[in-house]
């Protein structure tokens, strides 16, 4: 069955990746907490390169290696890399980088990079669900101000009603939490020192009052000083 492997050029990154761990090796990131279980992964792993490399745009390959190598055996790396290659050519396909960012967040716990590829799926799909999952991984790493620009951008390309105010509800939320964020920049820069809650703000005349989470929670700050709602960005019972 996978004689038809070695048609993969040698210098394919895939190639590379798939040869790296003996067969013996059940997972790369063993923090990961993916069962170990007796699973040829190397040779699993080229036959999908291989069926991706000579069809690229081959969706089951792509379906496959993210629901068979992520959660049991957490080779998160690999599973991303393969998948670059569907984003690459399947440039339709919104689940990909849904899959890749889910992956960034869920596993590697990298904000950022989840960010960056759920930005893709939100742009390609065009679902509120996504444009707001992308700005929540924006503010998440510290990017509030681009998650902002972020969804402006997409409430001017949305011409669904429902969908556009469900992305201005985002937007009020998150140009709150900007609001708060350089206030608490402003109050470090001041006292050398994290303000212990936001009332502390107030005392110290950087913000008239707290501004209202459309969402219906509360604006507070975490150990971090990191501006957080009781909402979450999802709406409370009472709304």
């Not at 990131?29 to 745009?57: C, H, Q, S, V, W």
């Not at 190598?69 to 670059?84: A, H, M, Q, S």
């Not at 937007?171 to 009332?199: D, I, K, S, T």
Request: glycine fraction near 4%; aromatic fraction near 16%.
């Amino acid at each position: 069955m996978f004689c038809f492997l070695w048609i993969i050029p040698q210098r394919d990154p895939l190639f590379q990746i798939s040869t790296k761990n003996s067969i013996t090796s059940s997972k790369i990131d063993p923090d990961l907490g993916g069962r170990k279980r007796d699973i040829e992964f190397p040779n699993m792993y080229k036959f999908m390169a291989a069926a991706t490399y000579l069809d690229p745009y081959n969706i089951d390959a792509y379906y496959f290696t993210e629901a068979a190598f992520t959660w049991e055996l957490g080779r998160i790396k690999e599973v991303n890399t393969l998948l670059e290659r569907g984003l690459e050519w399947r440039t339709w396909d919104s689940l990909i980088p849904f899959f890749i960012g889910f992956n960034h967040f869920y596993f590697l716990r990298d904000f950022s990079s989840a960010a960056r590829y759920m930005k893709i799926t939100a742009e390609r799909s065009k679902n509120p669900f996504y444009v707001n999952l992308a700005a929540r991984f924006l503010y998440e790493s510290d990017e509030t101000a681009l998650a902002i620009d972020f969804i402006k951008a997409m409430i001017n390309e949305t011409h669904n009603l429902l969908m556009k105010r469900d992305m201005e509800k985002r937007l009020r939320a998150l140009e709150a939490v900007h609001y708060l964020e350089n206030a608490v920049l402003n109050f470090m820069a001041r006292f050398n020192r994290e303000p212990q809650n936001l009332e502390e703000l107030i005392k110290a005349g950087l913000v008239e009052t707290i501004p209202k989470d459309p969402y219906g929670g509360r604006f507070y700050l975490d150990e971090k000083a990191k501006v957080r709602t009781t909402s979450k960005f999802a709406m409370t019972s009472d709304h």
